[in-house]
């Protein structure tokens, strides 16, 4: 059992989850909160949410980690213009990469020589991968640790959501009837596993027209119905923009006052 000193759980904890917890925590590191960022669906803009979730948290006066844990498929980096950056690996642990606005990053792509290189690995390596980047990583003291899942629900998500003491997860969706069945599949999975949902972010929700500012609807979809289902609440609606495609790199305005109130909302839960 991990030593509850450390865990940002300490004090919320049943007996019978105290019993069987797997949670490691390194004593270096004070994580009060940890967010993790699902979707079970790949397309939906989830890293994206990540960043902006990260950003906005960090200009809110927190501080902020933001861990990439896609990692076969690692777009952190890119989003936050920090492609050319490498982390700094030491006996202690390693050190990592920090953004401009005090944002700290850690990816396997800091680790590796080219970012165009595979990761052709076994689900057991890449779960250890996953689980290194929380006990090893010198994160130190955090307000939040956003944590970008990779689609589905398996080896990574599940190893997540045993060895960390996360405090919720955002599911990330679209309006489509196709994608809710899938992001439900990642909702289940969360109360097998004992874990909260915050809530739902709907990206890609609509788009406006540029000339008249009419809002256009791109899917047809249920969202309403998807929610009362699954008893969880609508955090936010995203537009189709290119703004908020590169919102990581550019840290739009306007994009970030469309993202306050979701941020507060994932706050007060």
């Avoid at 030491?90 to 800091?110: D, R, W, Y």
């Avoid at 060895?163 to 069945?181: A, E, K, L, Y």
């Avoid at 703004?243 to 993202?259: P, Q, T, V, Y």
Wanted: one cysteine or more; a negative charge.
């Amino acid at each position: 059992m991990a030593s509850c000193d450390t865990c940002a759980s300490n004090g919320n904890c049943s007996d019978s989850k105290k019993e069987n917890c797997m949670v490691e925590n390194n004593p270096i590191n004070n994580v009060k909160n940890i967010i993790g960022v699902m979707s079970g669906k790949g397309g939906v803009g989830k890293s994206t949410v990540s960043v902006m979730l990260a950003n906005d948290l960090v200009r809110k006066g927190y501080k902020v980690g933001l861990l990439d844990a896609d990692i076969t498929g690692p777009s952190i980096p890119r989003l936050l213009g920090l492609q050319d950056k490498r982390a700094a690996v030491f006996e202690t642990g390693i050190l990592p990469v920090i953004a401009e606005n005090g944002l700290k990053v850690m990816s396997l792509n800091f680790l590796i020589d080219e970012e165009n290189t595979p990761v052709i690995w076994r689900g057991p390596i890449i779960s250890g991968t996953v689980k290194q980047f929380w006990t090893d990583v010198l994160w130190e003291d955090l307000d939040y640790l956003v944590v970008d899942l990779p689609p589905g629900t398996g080896d990574v998500a599940l190893t997540v959501m045993q060895v960390m003491p996360i405090t919720g997860v955002v599911m990330v969706s679209v309006p489509h009837d196709m994608v809710s069945m899938i992001v439900e599949k990642a909702i289940n999975m969360t109360k097998k596993m004992d874990v909260d949902v915050i809530g739902v972010i709907e990206n890609m929700s609509y788009i406006k027209c540029p000339d008249c500012g009419k809002t256009i609807k791109m899917f047809e979809g249920n969202t309403e119905e998807f929610l009362d289902k699954m008893g969880i609440k609508l955090l936010g609606e995203l537009p189709m923009t290119k703004e908020i495609a590169r919102d990581g790199i550019n840290k739009s305005d306007e994009i970030a006052k469309m993202f306050e109130k979701i941020t507060d909302g994932i706050i007060k839960e």
